[in-house]
């Protein structure tokens, strides 16, 4: 029995993981094909070949990593911002490419609601029911509110015009694990 992988790259990009998957499957019987490269896991030299192109496969990663991080802190550093429009309410995107967002009249009015109630001391549960009651639509275009979609209103600084980027980082590329940023990156 083998497994049929398009890339090393495809399979894992970490090198020890890598490494182990193949060696337990090899222990199983299992024989893996890397189609791209041209590797079994079973051919007497399949280890060795693996091991070295693993490591060209991890660094890979780890090169577009970085790239993807400094583009996306040059955009910060430009003032450039993504906003989910779809579940954004209050703007719509611009019609031209780099410009900032467009205020959408009718939506912002549903926002300035929701800070009006709130300010008036009601609830995000009671503030979604009189949502709902008076027929507004929620940011993902639904009929019926609930209290977490005003809460996430109420919180999003991006309702009062900042925008606070890196809120998260990735601390490792290898394993995709995200922190609350406390000062360690800008």
Not at 39 to 55: D, F, K, Q, V
Not at 68 to 76: A, D
Not at 124 to 148: C, M, N, Y
């Amino acid at each position: 029995m083998y497994i049929l992988v398009k890339s090393i790259s495809r399979f894992a990009r970490n090198t020890v993981t890598l490494l182990t998957t193949a060696r337990e499957l090899k222990s199983l019987g299992v024989d893996v094909y890397f189609e791209e490269q041209g590797i079994r896991t079973m051919s007497a030299a399949g280890e060795l070949m693996l091991t070295i192109l693993a490591s060209f496969a991890q660094e890979e990663s780890r090169s577009i990593s970085e790239n993807v991080t400094w583009g996306q802190r040059k955009r910060f550093a430009d003032g450039k911002l993504i906003l989910p429009y779809k579940h954004f309410l209050g703007y719509d995107r611009s019609k031209t490419k780099d410009a900032p967002p467009v205020v959408n009249i009718a939506q912002a009015a549903v926002v300035r609601f929701i800070y009006q109630l709130f300010l008036a001391g009601k609830t995000p549960t009671a503030i979604a029911r009189q949502l709902t009651e008076d027929g507004f639509h929620t940011p993902a275009g639904k009929d019926v509110w609930s209290s977490s979609t005003v809460k996430s209103i109420l919180k999003n600084e991006k309702y009062k015009g900042d925008a606070l980027l890196q809120k998260k980082f990735t601390v490792d590329y290898l394993q995709k694990k995200s922190k609350r940023n406390e000062g360690e990156v800008p």
